[in-house]
């Protein structure tokens, strides 16, 4: 090998270095940032998927997909329709809990449909609100399997109740409008 062969070579292998390195740093950048987006939800999916790339991954295309959706805050009066519907229900929950419970899952939907959710599938609407909610997505997917154990029977009074505070924290978060204080309030 001559002088001139050993300088390409060289060149070219720092070029491929610095771009893997590149590639490593956008990588490590991009992975701490979905961490801290989605929090537990980004746990979730590592639980979920096996592996740190895999959950990365399916949590890039619900960004991307969510983003491509007309997400709003509700209005004024939408909100308080939704807020006026959730204290029925909780006024209920004392004499017909499993029916409550029932009611609350369909305003949490009707709720993100409002805001502009798609609500077909429940996994798809859990993993939607994981972008924007990513701390109460838990939740969600908790009261839901306390409502499916109820349709089979197999869930107590008090399970129902867990349920409706794990539900109460989802519908807070997307019932919020200009002043979050007021929505609160109401809900309560």
Do not use: C
Request: overall charge positive; glycine content about 6%.
């Amino acid at each position: 090998m001559n002088t001139t062969t050993i300088v390409i070579f060289a060149v070219v292998l720092a070029v491929i270095l610095i771009a893997l390195g590149l590639i490593a740093l956008l990588w490590r950048h991009r992975s701490r940032r979905l961490r801290q987006q989605f929090g537990p939800e980004y746990k979730y999916a590592v639980r979920k998927y096996g592996d740190a790339r895999k959950a990365e991954a399916e949590l890039a295309a619900r960004e991307k997909r969510v983003r491509k959706l007309e997400i709003r805050p509700l209005a004024q009066g939408e909100q308080s329709r939704f807020a006026e519907g959730w204290r029925n229900i909780q006024a209920r929950f004392v004499d017909e809990p499993s029916k409550a419970l029932s009611e609350a899952d369909g305003l949490i939907k009707e709720v993100m449909q409002t805001r502009g959710y798609p609500v077909g599938d429940f996994d798809q609407r859990a993993a939607d609100v994981s972008v924007d909610h990513p701390n109460v997505v838990t939740n969600y997917r908790a009261g839901r399997e306390i409502a499916a154990r109820n349709k089979s029977g197999k869930a107590t009074t008090e399970d129902l109740r867990q349920a409706m505070m794990h539900y109460r924290s989802l519908i807070e978060e997307l019932m919020e409008v200009g002043e979050p204080v007021t929505v609160k309030e109401t809900i309560r």
